[in-house]
C-alpha cells in the first residue's frame, strides 16, 4: 500500500506550480528533521536506561501554561537604582 500511495503522489507533482513544488520540498525537510531528533532522542533514551544511569524517563508536560501579568512599579526605574549605587 506505502508505494501505491508513493506512486499517486509522485504522479501529481507534474502539475504543481514551483511555488507549491518549493513549499513541498519544505514540509518534506522539516519533517526529516523532525524524524532524526526523534530517532536521536529515543536512541539516547535507550542508551540512558540500558546503562543504568536512569531508572526512569519522565515526559515533559507542555500543556502547563501559567498566566503572566505586568504589574505597575512605582518609584525610580531599576537602571537608575544601580547607576546610583555604582557611583
Known sequence: MPQAILNQILNQLDILEPE???QLNQAIQRYLVEQKQVTQRTTFHE???TSGLVKQLKQPVYNQQTEQRLIQVEGKPIS???IEERC
Open 20 to 22: 507549491e513544488l518549493q
Open 47 to 49: 542508551a540512558l536506561l
Open 80 to 82: 537608575e537604582t544601580i
